[in-house]
């Protein structure tokens, strides 16, 4: 918890430099683009649109996107692609063909269902109370006749469905806009909202190491990032070739991801 400490005193340092350099497009500075040297007609008649932008400047202000980190968040998926491709793929391929399939799908269920409370929290923040029984409901049934959550019992037995939520969500849930558009070294794409979000999230986490905590199955540092590093390999082995499904139509890698996932979010977020 102490290194997502330091990534957010980090990237909070950053937002705030970042946010002087926010600028939008004004349509005159379109006029400042002219190379070649102008007639006198011309320049009348460039005057009068000035002019008439100028009239409506506040309804033709061109946007630009927002994304103050662009030259980082490109070198860090740059990163992220290189370090997923060369050691995380492989690693869950191997994996995969030495572990059978009902074993690492028993795995997964074992880690989703001690993720209940976060779950649980936000459902309950976002007054999502029908979801927040049911993940209750999940729990239980789970952790007992699911032998300790290995198999999802809630789901084939009673049709207790999944309502995955986290604070960046519930943060959305009351407004809070994105902010902008953050790439985390090896986690992946995300943003403001969602980066502060990690921190809450982790603290109602049993796999978090805080020491103060006594419901956390890790101790130390290292216990927390082998037992994470084991849950995402085993979770990326049930989906091998998504990744590369999805970057497959991406003409730029950094801004098709980015998208991807900033529409996503506001999908989950109206959900």
């Known amino acids: 918890m102490r290194f ?14 970042g946010c002087s350099a926010k600028n939008t497009l004004h349509p005159s500075e379109m006029f400042n683009q002219q190379e070649e040297p102008l007639s006198s007609d011309e320049i009348e008649s460039n005057l009068e649109d000035e002019e008439l932008f100028e009239e409506f400047a506040d309804e033709t202000d061109i946007e630009e996107i927002y994304d103050p980190f662009m030259r980082y968040n490109e070198v860090m998926t740059t990163f992220n692609d290189v370090v997923f491709e060369n050691f995380f793929n492989p690693l869950a391929k191997g994996y995969k063909y030495v572990i059978h399939q009902e074993i690492r799908e028993s795995v997964n269920n074992f880690f ?13 923040l976002q007054a999502k109370f029908k979801n927040a029984t049911e993940e209750t409901g999940r729990f239980v049934i789970n952790s007992t006749i699911g032998v300790l959550g290995l198999f999802d019992v809630a789901k084939s037995q009673f049709n207790l469905e999944k309502h995955e939520e986290d604070f960046g969500q519930t943060l959305g849930f009351y ?15 995300s943003n403001l909202r ?13 796999i978090n ?7 956390t199955i890790t101790d130390t540092w290292p216990e927390y990032i ?9 979770s990326l082995s049930l989906n091998l070739g998504e990744y590369e499904k999805l970057k497959k139509d991406a003409i730029t ?17 109206e959900e």
């Open 253 to 269: 890698l950094y801004p098709f991801l980015r998208d991807v996932y900033e529409q996503h979010r506001v999908k989950q977020i």
């Open 226 to 234: 082998a037992v994470s590093a084991y849950n995402e390999i085993n």
């Open 194 to 206: 969602d980066m502060l979000s990690l921190f809450p999230d982790a603290l109602l986490s049993p």
């Open 209 to 215: 190491y805080d020491k103060s905590v006594c419901y």
């Open 112 to 124: 989703h269902n001690i993720l209940f409370l976060p779950r649980f929290a936000n459902n309950i």
């Open 4 to 17: 997502i400490g330091f990534i957010f005193f980090i990237f909070i340092a950053f937002y705030f430099q």
């Open 175 to 189: 407004g809070v806009g994105s902010g902008p558009h953050i790439v985390l070294p090896i986690l992946g794409p």
